[in-house]
């Protein structure tokens, strides 16, 4: 009598309480905000900017990308009452422009902090507070052990806390679970690249339109795209430069025998 083994079946992965699989984004236990761009929001965990968290916020040029990036989500923050602390930020922050953003100046703060040390010491006793909507931090000289502390402390913290940082620091190690790198586009766009967030690689970035709130009503359509104009202006012999603006044809060299 011969009996035949039982057809084997195809390997199944029971759903877990806290299973994730690195290409799918991952589930946010704590509260998140949303971003104020539709596009970002899509492609965060949770939907938007996560509190119990740090998000580190990289840009080519301090104090400039982050606010813009940042404005909707501290508009949010505002509205509901919350206090906004910016600590040592590189220029100083330009009320009217928050003002034209919608932001509620009553709900702004400004930390004046000199060294890396005293800026460190400043942003995680406001984190160990809890007692503000936001954080924004300007850190460039933190060292991965410093922002691995931030993140212990910020996992009890119900606030967003956003740390800015220049560009060189993508390559750098970091405990931030999010991380993100803003950069301006000829047409009133930010680029935004996510860096790192829990779930699969992004390939291309995200483009997000972005025009100043001072200047939108003032934008006629051609300066909508200024790229488009500046295209349309060039004259033949000029080769548009890589970043936008125009350089010159690269001269011949004359034969000095037949001049």
Request: proline share 13%; charged share 20%; glycine share 6%.
């Amino acid at each position: 009598m011969t009996t035949t083994a039982p057809a084997t079946s195809p390997l199944r992965v029971a759903a877990l309480p806290g299973l994730w699989r690195g290409s799918e984004l991952g589930c946010q236990q704590a509260a998140t905000r949303p971003t104020g761009w539709d596009a970002l929001d899509r492609e965060l965990p949770g939907g938007g900017w996560p509190s119990r968290a740090l998000t580190e916020v990289l840009a080519p040029q301090p104090a400039i990308m982050e606010w813009r990036l940042l404005a909707p989500v501290l508009r949010q923050v505002a509205a509901g009452g919350g206090q906004i602390v910016a600590v040592a930020p590189p220029r100083q922050p330009y009320l009217p422009g928050l003002q034209l953003e919608g932001l509620d100046e009553r709900r702004f703060v400004w930390v004046q902090a000199e060294g890396p040390a005293e800026r460190l010491w400043v942003t995680e006793q406001l984190i160990k507070s809890n007692a503000c909507g936001a954080v924004l931090a300007w850190l460039p000289q933190a060292r991965p052990e410093q922002l691995r502390r931030l993140q212990v402390c910020a996992q009890s913290c119900d606030g967003l806390v956003f740390l800015c940082r220049p560009e060189p620091a993508r390559h750098a190690s970091s405990a931030a679970p999010l991380r993100l790198f803003a950069a301006p586009r000829p047409d009133w766009e930010l680029e935004v690249h996510i860096l790192k967030r829990r779930g699969p690689t992004l390939e291309r970035p995200l483009l997000l339109a972005s025009r100043p709130a001072g200047l939108a009503p003032l934008l006629t359509p051609r300066l909508q795209q200024p790229s488009r104009l500046l295209r349309q202006n060039l004259p033949q012999d000029v080769v548009p430069h890589a970043v936008g603006r125009p350089a010159p044809a690269p001269r011949t060299r004359r034969d000095p025998a037949i001049q």
